[in-house]
């Protein structure tokens, strides 16, 4: 199957600070990237959906001014985690798509566990 | 708007044994396709089958089958033969063609020895 990295795999931080999150998909084009937060014993919780070369699709409730998404190429994808505090601590997952597919699976990136002291 | 519901936070099984995970999900969509996700304590996901709602059949991914119910919305995942390695969070999922998948609560599965 496909390969999604996410890099870093963990990162430790101080509130106030700003943390860049890559996702690469190292062995398709990725048309459609997604990016998801997930806290302890809880379900993945979409954030936003990025398309190459446009800006992402924010869910409801999610800052985009807070997590700035951008998907410059087909293989990567960042998450930017602005003026950090310790609410954003959490597991960030990000999976990637490709329309070249015949059905809509996401490969998912082994996740970056966040912790803002 | 899509929702999946999984109403066992938990559950257990015996080596060897076979378990059942139920899912609903609840759409107006008549294309789509249905998920199960597997996370272990490593915390990668894990497709462990999917079924596009077009098909009739149930899929099959060896030890692991699902049972469709399209009128009746539901997803449920049989788990056969039970391995130590099975333990883990399972999740169901819903999605449409090239569009964002949404999971369900999850439920946390573990095989005892």
């Known amino acids: 199957g496909a390969v999604v990295s996410q890099h870093p795999s963990w990162v430790i931080c101080k509130s106030g600070t700003s943390v860049k999150i890559e996702c690469r998909s190292l062995?398709?084009?990725?048309?459609?990237m997604f990016w998801y937060r997930q806290f302890p014993k809880q379900s993945l919780m979409l954030m936003a959906t990025?398309?190459?070369?446009?800006?992402?699709?924010?869910e409801q409730g999610v800052e985009k001014d807070k997590f700035l998404i951008n998907h410059a190429s087909l293989t990567l994808s960042t998450l930017t985690v602005t003026s950090a505090h310790p609410e954003d601590s959490s597991f960030y997952i990000c999976?990637?798509?490709?329309?070249?597919?015949?059905?809509?699976?996401?490969?998912f990136g082994p996740g970056t566990r966040l912790t803002v002291l | 708007a899509q929702t999946v519901t999984q109403s066992q936070p938990e559950m257990s099984v015996q080596e060897a044994e076979t378990v059942t995970l139920s899912c609903t999900y609840d759409?107006?969509?008549?294309?789509?396709?249905l998920f199960w996700y597997k996370q272990p304590p490593s915390r990668q996901m894990i497709l462990v089958i999917r079924?596009?709602?077009?098909?009739?059949q149930n899929a099959t991914e060896n030890r692991f089958s699902v049972n469709f119910q399209k009128a009746a919305k539901s997803f449920s995942l049989k788990i056969s033969d039970s391995q130590l390695g099975d333990t883990a969070m399972y999740f169901c999922?819903?999605?449409?063609?090239?569009?964002?998948?949404?999971f369900g609560p999850g439920t946390s599965l573990s095989v005892i020895p």
């Open positions: 759409t107006s969509e008549n294309n789509y396709y």
């Open positions: 990025s398309n190459e070369g446009s800006k992402a699709t924010y």
């Open positions: 062995d398709f084009q990725a048309t459609t």
């Open positions: 999922a819903f999605g449409t063609s090239y569009d964002k998948v949404i």
């Open positions: 999976s990637a798509g490709s329309s070249g597919l015949s059905y809509n699976e996401q490969f």
């Open positions: 079924q596009e709602a077009y098909k009739q």
